[in-house]
């Protein structure tokens, strides 16, 4: 019985199941281009944890989803999108890491956004969002 418990944890261990999420890379990543593409702070204020963290320019805190979805709508404003492009990720079973780089008409300098995601419940939430500006 013992070899059983053993062969299915480690089965559940390897196949990274209580890790993995029902949603698709393609359709998270969809989800959140959608949302910034869209200025719709309140879409991406619903792809967060309860409590996400949110850096502008490098000053950051942690925030409610109510309060994140004022500071995004209040981020939008002054920098409507104009286009976001992935530039690459790095992923394991629990995290994900985005980075990407955000083009508006506010100004001539293109933004970086990285975005941090863990797996809640079987989905991808953002855990931090973060804006700075870009080298480029």
């Known amino acids: 019985m013992f070899r059983l418990g053993l062969i299915c ?4 261990f390897l196949t990274g199941t209580g890790t993995s999420s029902a949603q698709s890379s393609d359709q998270v990543l969809s989800q959140l281009k959608a949302s910034i593409m869209g200025a719709d702070a309140v879409g991406l204020a ?3 944890m309860n409590s996400v963290e949110i850096a502008q320019f490098g000053e950051g805190r942690y925030y409610s989803r109510g309060q994140a979805t004022l500071l995004l709508k209040s981020f ?3 920098y409507p999108p104009q286009d976001f492009k992935v530039l690459g990720s790095t992923r394991t079973p629990g995290a994900w890491f985005i980075e990407g780089v955000y083009t508006t008409k506010a100004t001539r300098q293109k ?5 941090r995601l863990r797996v809640s419940e079987g989905t991808w939430k953002v855990r931090e969002f973060l804006i700075e500006e870009s080298d480029e």
């Open 46 to 48: 619903e792809q967060t």
């Open 9 to 12: 944890f480690l089965f559940a």
């Open 111 to 115: 933004l970086r956004i990285y975005i």
């Open 76 to 78: 939008f404003k002054e």
